[in-house]
């Protein structure tokens, strides 16, 4: 069975700081896709990234950046230089391919809530 | 180019009482997705729907139904309201019967309290 941890309930840092939201999940499956979307407190959740199994390269985006290690079943997830405007809760999820049949079933973490202050 | 609907926003019910809810999904998209996120608690996966049929289930019971509609747009109904169904609803979309790799885009949700 897929499983994602997050194991930090909350994070605060004060503005500028870096943080990084560490994701550990549990798979069988040797093809399978890891995502993280930001749930700000309207609710509505927002795609950031994608990677695939076979990709482990690191990814920078702007401020944010994403370090893949199957090794240790690791996704994290840093913001350089926080904002204000980060503060939201984050999530961390699965998807496995399955054959072909799971259909994009996503299995979240229970997610990050991060506060940057002023 | 409007993104995934949902409605109502908000919605109060009692125990032993049925609701649904509506979901409309991103223009070109053919897959709909339901998730269950209780207070506090990531998002749970309660069903697909891609060319009218349920392709995959969650842990959810039977009280949970949904039905696809020919423009692809989705309802979510439960039955027999129990407190524990209070939670924030929300309908995702995709393409293509829902491809572990297509992104799945989401709405803002239905607010369901339960009392």
């Known amino acids: 069975a897929q499983k994602v941890t997050q194991a930090q309930t909350e994070i605060s840092v004060v503005e500028k700081e870096d943080v990084t939201l560490d994701c550990v999940y549990e798979t069988r499956d040797t093809t399978y896709y890891l995502f993280w979307y930001k749930q700000p407190p309207s609710g509505e959740l927002v795609f950031l990234i994608r990677r695939n199994s076979f990709d482990e390269q690191n990814e920078i985006s702007g401020r944010y950046s994403w370090n893949f290690q199957k090794s240790t079943s690791s996704f994290n997830f840093t913001i350089t230089a926080s904002q204000v405007v980060d503060s939201a809760v984050y999530f961390c999820?699965?998807?496995?391919?399955?054959?072909?049949?799971?259909?994009?079933?996503?299995?979240f973490g229970q997610g990050t809530i991060l506060t940057v202050h002023p | 180019d409007a993104g995934v609907t949902q409605s109502p926003t908000h919605l109060i019910k009692t125990r032993g009482q049925q609701v649904t809810l509506r979901c409309s999904p991103k223009?070109?998209?053919?897959?709909v997705s339901w998730y269950q996120q209780a207070l506090g608690q990531g998002p749970q996966f309660i069903f697909q729907y891609y060319e009218e049929e349920e392709r995959q289930r969650g842990n959810f019971p039977d009280r949970f139904s949904g039905h696809q509609f020919p423009n692809y747009s989705s309802e979510l109904n439960v039955n027999a309201l129990l407190l524990g169904d209070s939670a924030l609803y929300l309908c995702?979309?995709?393409?293509?019967?829902?491809?572990?790799?297509?992104?799945?885009?989401f709405g803002p949700g239905t607010r369901l309290t339960v009392l």
């Open positions: 999820a699965l998807s496995e391919s399955g054959g072909g049949t799971s259909y994009g079933k996503l299995t």
């Open positions: 223009s070109g998209h053919d897959t």
């Open positions: 995702a979309s995709s393409l293509g019967g829902g491809s572990s790799y297509n992104e799945q885009f």
